[in-house]
């Protein structure tokens, strides 16, 4: 028995060594599963898994803002919350495209938002399929604060995504990008508030 016992424990460290080998060389296939590890593209740009995950959310994350957006045409509208819906619709397409060019320099996959279900995402700000089906019905009299109070929740979740890209990512155009969307959508926070208050 003792002649065995070492011999079956090396076998046993052998084995577990070489599965960590192996579960660890699967994990960095994808560099969200480690977000500071360094990443470089072929084209030369430095980047990370943070990097990675803010642009692969803030994608969908944006284009349910280019939905809501889409249910005002035809609504009665504030001049003021026309600007904003305008407003938004101008900032926030350019960016999906930024960020969908990263993700492709970068050899990710970019989501492809005309398929998914956005409403259920599990993701901070986000709107529920619920409440989307809510605001398209929703009667003209109740829509615009219903539709002021939808995008404060969602510019909210969009800045902690931001926040987190500032702090963690390496991508310096990312991380440009993610001080943008935290100052204008705090701006933009600040006047809904002040016009669903009035």
Do not use: K, Y
């Not at 016992?5 to 076998?11: E, G, N, Q, V």
């Amino acid at each position: 028995m003792h002649h065995r016992t070492p011999r079956t424990m090396i076998a046993a460290l052998a084995a577990a060594a070489a599965l960590t080998l192996t579960l660890s060389a699967c994990g960095s296939d994808d560099p969200v599963d480690d977000p500071s590890a360094i990443q470089t593209a072929d084209n030369g740009e430095v980047f990370n898994g943070a990097d990675v995950v803010f642009a692969r959310d803030m994608i969908p994350h944006h284009a349910q803002a280019l939905e809501m957006v889409e249910l005002t045409e035809g609504r009665t509208l504030d001049p003021e919350v026309q600007q904003l819906a305008d407003a938004i619709r101008s900032a926030q397409d350019p960016e999906i495209e930024t960020m969908s060019g990263w993700l492709t320099a970068w050899g990710e996959d970019v989501p492809d938002t005309s398929s998914m279900d956005m409403g259920d995402m599990d993701m901070s700000g986000m709107m529920t399929s619920e409440d989307m089906a809510a605001l398209a019905t929703a009667p003209d009299t109740e829509f615009q604060d219903m539709w002021l109070s939808m995008m404060v929740e969602h510019h909210t979740g969009a800045i902690e995504m931001a926040q987190v890209e500032q702090a963690d990512g390496e991508f310096a155009d990312a991380i440009t990008l993610a001080e943008e969307i935290e100052s204008s959508q705090s701006e933009e926070i600040a006047t809904m508030e002040q016009l669903l208050a009035s």
